[in-house]
């Protein structure tokens, strides 16, 4: 069994990852079986490059899915991607306009044509980059939410909601980008906290000679399209106003004076321009008072016909022409600095305009009812738990959601508009006629529907919906979900209520909320800072193993994740540790070979002794004892914990101590005996724990040590080693321990005395208890490990230079005559230091003034260090 001296990544990992995907091993199987695992992933933009984010969300949920796969259950993670409307059609039209062409030159279905091919030359991308990090997806199974069944899908569940009467075309104040020409959703407006200013502007009083109202406005053009002012009923300075108008200036046109709660009587003078067609809570008033809607600003940001003299500016120019016109005639009193929060196009960076517009909705309020109780039922668990907080916050408070988007890459709504009737047929197929009057002359609706609308079907429409297939009895619900905060609203909110909706059923059991991966100053990752680290990158440099190892070592549930180079590093040293552990192990073990059976293995003794060798029945022990913690930790989220545990025993444990007593006994004896297997068995079944968090190196490892026709055809099928109460040896494990108090005290002392680690020492061992007969039967393991020959003794030691003591033991080393004075000057400028540290400290305790002024803790804290101080002193 040959193995490369050096740790390298790069000649294996890539030849595993396609070889996992030939030999099928993450296929799931299509029918029901005991146990059944399934999770659909988050489906990363089409147009997306792996971020270090994803492999993240892909390591943990990679631990998890593997981890089910070992325990046998029937494992699914479906994989796929988002065809992400306005994001890729964005990135189609810049290339576009590179080759100097206009999409509207294109026309809509040319334009299509040119994003599909976009998407066979470039959509693959990130695919390409989870099947090289190993992500274990069944990517027969693969799904694009383009696709015919998923296009299929999305009609059925429109035409339903319309014919229930939870789809509805309504006008409405919608968040326009007059540069995307779309409307965009609440979630997708970014707010951006500026300086504005509060513009307050006075309309002359009809019928009442000098009689003014002040309103005041953060967007002046927009009082062109005033139909009324508002007043507080109640408002005690107005009251003579009521049932009056006022003349609306710069247009000169008479407007009411409405009596409306949105006026508020303590902001400004308590007077408020409503202005129905750009402004939300004006477009409301405006309904309530049957005013009527004037657009003055158009869907590219310019002023319509109805702005009058200002009818072709830019929304903008147009505010400064307002101010300027209304300070020239007198009726602007005031302008202030205002702080407001203004909303962006997230796409586009471009200032949104509410404007009202004829969209398509989803009534969501009886879809939401049912997505709350899920939760409050515990039918779904958020982990950590205080996201259900954020979700119910969201929920009960849930807008219609518009689901019509002005792009032209998308599912297109499925309604048809008829030319001469104007009836608006909805259909899951093409219709032929109009339904009411048999025209021919029908046009689709132009519009394609938010892309979260096809993402909001993902858990079932990816395994076959509407069909009853095998699939979808098999998978769904599916077990867990792993995602990022940020698209809890956008997606998982409305995945809940579709899913309730048209299955009946909850889309997936837990839903667990990932952190976000920050640098080592905690800052968030972005381009802009330059702090972002390419996972390709990295894993190039270090493998794919160590940056999922130092990204795991920080997963703990509810923080964010620091990654950084040193961790990187420290990972691969990991790995690199293991490698040397498997290198010894193939050069000492020739001619044993691992149990057959995997799961149930028990120490085998030595045909020689007929004993199990105390360093087996311990590390055996530790092994039962780290399978526990694992398993636990993985089925609880608790990544960091896994990883660390991982971590400990196999460093600390397995490299440190137990190949270390195997290198001191299998001198001792030469042969395949079964300290030899044990030796195997005991790496095998570590290698089978670490798996799930670093699969490439495991997987190399396994197939050169696990040999024999019946053993599976890879380490991600083996079974999971499982913690059995059988398997703890609290004797080996009291054994062992005392043998590491006894080397590890020695060991530092040396090194605290400085003395050359390869020198021989000799030295005693005192014991009071039992801890002596123990240590005596390892003699010889102790004095090869710690390089000191040791009397053992019964009783205290005696006072000597370099001592060290635990509650079970002293440890005496014997210094060389040539270094006795050395070691006796430091010890004496160790107890001037002491000295004079304690007289420090003496002198500040009886200082009056300083105790009056010093907060008690810091002066507890003194006194403990004095209180050490002069232990140490009295040990010297
Ligand atoms: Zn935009
Ligand atoms: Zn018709």
Redesign the pocket.
Known sequence: MPIEKVYEPQRFEPHWAQWWIDSGIFRAAGRNSARTFSLVIPPPNVTGMLHIGHMLEHAEIDVTVRWHRMLGDNTLWLPGTDHAGIATQMVVERKLAEEGIDRRALGREGFEKRVWEWKAQYGDTIKRQMVRLGTSCDWTRERFTLDPGLSRAVREVFVRLYEKGLIYRGEYMVNWCPRCLTAISDLEVAHADVQGHLWHITYPVNGLKDRYVTVATTRPETMLGDTAVAVHPKDERYLDLHGRTVQLPLMDREIPIILDELADPAFATGVVKVTPAHDLNDFEAGRRHNLPKIQVIDETGKMTAAAGPYAGLDRFEARRMVVNDLKLRGNLVKIEDYPLSLGKCQRCKTPVEPLVSTQWFVKTKPLAEKAIEAVETGRIEFIPANWSKTYYEWMYNIRDWCISRQLWWGHRIPAWH??????IVVARETPAV??????E??EQDPDVLDTWFSSALWPFSTLGWPDQTEDLAVFYPTSLLITGFDILFFWVARMIMMGLEFMGDVPFRHVYIHGLVRDAERQKMSKTRGNTIDPLEVTEKYGTDAVRMALLQGAAPGTDIVLTEERMVSSRDFANKIWNAARFLFLNTEGATVPESLEQFLPEPDPASLKVPIEDRWIFSRLNNCAEKVNRAIQQYRYHEAAQTLWHFIWHEFCDWYVELKKIRLRESAGPDAGRRNLLAAFETTLRLLHPAMPFLTEELWQRLVKGADRPASIAIAPYPQYRREATDFEAEHEVERVQEVVTMARMLRAESRLDPKQQLEGSLYSRGAGLEIARRHADAIARLANVSLEYRHGVAPKAPVLRSTAEFDVLLHVPKSQEEAQQKRVEKEREQLEKNIASIKRQLSDEVFLSKAPAHVVETIRRKLAEYESQLAKI
Not at 418 to 423: I, N, Y
Not at 434 to 439: G, P, V
Request: aromatic share 0%.
């Open positions: 008829c030319r001469e009737c104007h009836e109009c339904s009411r009057c048999n025209s002359e029908l």
